[in-house]
């Protein structure tokens, strides 16, 4: 009897060990696949005509077009209700769906999350700015403090909204941009 507790003791330990491996295995293989996704899309080579396109395609758009990137499903609603009644809003949940989202509609405003997994709203920023020098940016972050809005402003960031936000405060930036100005009603 006391062999065989023995023995279910060190299956059990072999078993706890195994799924430790594997786990660390799998942490390991994600690690290394992200890293693989951000240099991939930090090596993204711009060409003249993409940048073009997005050019043409902002002229194009029939109505003010904003675009929110962020990882936080609940930010990205909050953030789409205070401007779907007078502009067509798209959403991302990464950087890699806000990129495909950019090139194809080319928003009129870009409202970026600087905490995201993968690519963090710093490198999406600079790589907007490859792409369209033009773009209004505005960066998103619970982080307030002065260096994330200093760094903000730094990569090109037309203004930064600290989360929690009120709907004014995100409004105030659409007044800038070059399309009709969106009602806070």
Not at 57 to 78: C, E, K, V, W
Not at 91 to 106: C, I, P, Q, R, S
Not at 122 to 145: C, G, N, Q, R, T
């Amino acid at each position: 009897m006391e062999k065989q507790q023995n023995h279910n003791t060190e299956l059990a330990s072999l078993n706890i060990i195994r799924s430790h491996l594997n786990a660390e295995h799998m942490r390991a293989a994600l690690e290394e696949k992200e890293l693989k996704l951000r240099h991939n899309f930090m090596t993204l080579n711009i060409t003249p005509e993409l940048s073009q396109h997005v050019k043409i395609q902002r002229a194009d758009n029939p109505q003010t077009t904003i675009l929110i990137i962020d990882d936080d499903p609940f930010a990205r609603s909050l953030i789409k209700k205070v401007y779907a009644k007078n502009a067509k809003v798209l959403t991302a949940k990464n950087a890699l769906e806000g990129f495909k989202l950019y090139v194809k509609h080319a928003p009129d405003l870009l409202l970026l999350d600087i905490q995201m997994p993968n690519i963090n709203g710093y490198d999406f920023l600079a790589k907007i700015f490859d792409l369209d020098p033009a773009a209004y940016v505005v960066m998103l972050s619970a982080h307030a403090d002065d260096s994330n809005i200093d760094k903000a402003i730094k990569y090109g960031a037309r203004g930064f909204v600290r989360k929690p936000f009120s709907p004014a405060e995100l409004l105030s930036y659409t007044a800038s941009i070059n399309r009709q100005t969106i009602d806070i009603n």
